[in-house]
Nanobody, 125 residues
């Protein structure tokens, strides 16, 4: 079992920054891939970023490439998402996810077997 808890969401103005965190407990954190997904109101969940067990490689959705950075600290069981140049279209609930079956991160939500409860990110124009 893996428990994931996100934090760091909030309300910021367009152009601002936020850093999301996700702390994991349970199975050995350093062995599996991790990802961030988001879901905006009325839309389907979408992939944001993924990271492999040792931090490389990383993958990003085209919509966030160059603005968001995913990273992990295996000594603290923490996953991060640094979000810069935020825009109103980034408004969503952001979820972290763990794929304990693989050591790399995937862009497919169906690959992940554990999910956090989500944290709200709201960007005002």
């Amino acid at each position: 079992q893996v428990q994931l808890v996100e934090s760091g969401g909030g309300l910021v103005q367009a152009g601002g920054s936020l850093r999301l965190s996700c702390v994991a407990s349970g199975r050995t954190f350093r062995t599996y891939g991790l990802g961030w997904f988001r879901q905006a109101p009325g839309k389907e969940r979408e992939f944001v970023a993924a990271i492999s067990w040792n931090g490389v490689p990383t993958y990003y959705a085209d919509s966030v490439k160059g603005r968001f950075t995913i990273s992990r600290d295996n000594t603290k069981n923490l996953l991060y998402l640094q979000m810069n140049s935020l825009q109103p279209e980034d408004t969503a609930v952001y979820y972290c996810a763990a794929d304990t079956k693989r050591s790399w991160g995937s862009s497919e939500g169906s690959a992940y077997d554990y999910w956090g409860q989500g944290t709200q990110v709201t960007i005002s124009s």
